[in-house]
């Protein structure tokens, strides 16, 4: 069967797993994950019945792949193009962008659990009907977010402070090169994605609502790592812009 991509079109983790399935040529379908309702669906495909489960989630004929990292890898293994685990550095890379995306996502959210405007636009429109109540209901599901990645285990200043240290390491590891390695790999596609909570990439790629874009992304930072920022948009001009085999059941 042709791959399928369980994912969240504004997720900075699912755009990691579209990229290295694009990077390498794979077909795939993409399917829209409704977080809360089809939690349990999940749950059955990958026999998982306790503990969180989340998506990126990419369904192939040799089971169920969970992680964007697991994609990732399965991807280099299928697919053709360039090599995105060169080496073991790569999984070091993969592993500081999760911690920069984690403490992105826990600054972020509190950010929009103030904003009203962002509220109303990760609301279903079948909720937004009720008005304060349906906003009342994402607002919840948008804590328990929070709290089920961890948001709530150390202070919003703990997580800036750690976000900015996975930034200073980029930094010093690109050193004005193209690439974090001799070559364009996953670490790349990885260490990109923690930029969407600096300044949010083209739409195009992560599907955020105007008032989401201005509480995932920080001015302040954005100055500060302008130039991180430049190489990001940069990665995606040369490496992505020419990538776009899935094909959208549910964007």
Not at 44 to 65: F, K, M
Not at 129 to 136: E, P, Y
Not at 145 to 151: A, F, L, S
Not at 190 to 205: E, G, K
């Amino acid at each position: 069967m042709t791959p399928v991509l369980l994912q969240l079109p504004y997720s900075p983790w699912s755009e990691r797993a579209r990229w290295a399935l694009d990077a390498k040529g794979i077909e795939y379908t993409q399917r829209r994950y409704q977080p809360l309702l089809g939690e349990p669906e999940l749950r059955r495909r990958l026999r998982r019945w306790r503990g969180p489960v989340s998506v990126p989630v990419l369904l192939t004929d040799e089971g169920a792949l969970a992680d964007s990292v697991e994609i990732a890898r399965w991807a280099d293994a299928h697919g053709s193009g360039p090599t995105l685990f060169p080496s073991d550095e790569v999984v070091r890379w993969a592993s500081r962008s999760q911690d920069g995306l984690a403490a992105g996502r826990a600054v972020s959210l509190t950010r929009v659990l103030a904003m009203p405007d962002a509220l109303d636009e990760l609301t279903p429109p079948w909720a937004r009907k009720l008005g304060a109540v349906g906003r009342a209901v994402t607002k919840a599901g948008v804590a328990r977010t929070r709290r089920k990645y961890g948001g709530s285990a150390q202070t919003d200043a703990e997580h800036q402070a750690n976000l900015e240290a996975v930034l200073d390491e980029l930094r010093a590891a690109l050193k004005g090169r193209a690439t974090i390695l001799d070559a364009f790999s996953f670490a790349d596609i990885a260490m990109a994605q923690v930029l969407c909570f600096v300044a949010v990439p083209d739409r195009r790629w992560v599907k955020l609502g105007k008032a989401n874009a201005a509480a995932f992304g920080d001015p302040e930072l954005a100055k500060r790592y302008a130039d991180l920022v430049g190489w990001r948009d940069a990665l995606y001009a040369r490496y992505r812009e020419r990538e776009a085999t899935a094909t959208n059941v549910a964007s």
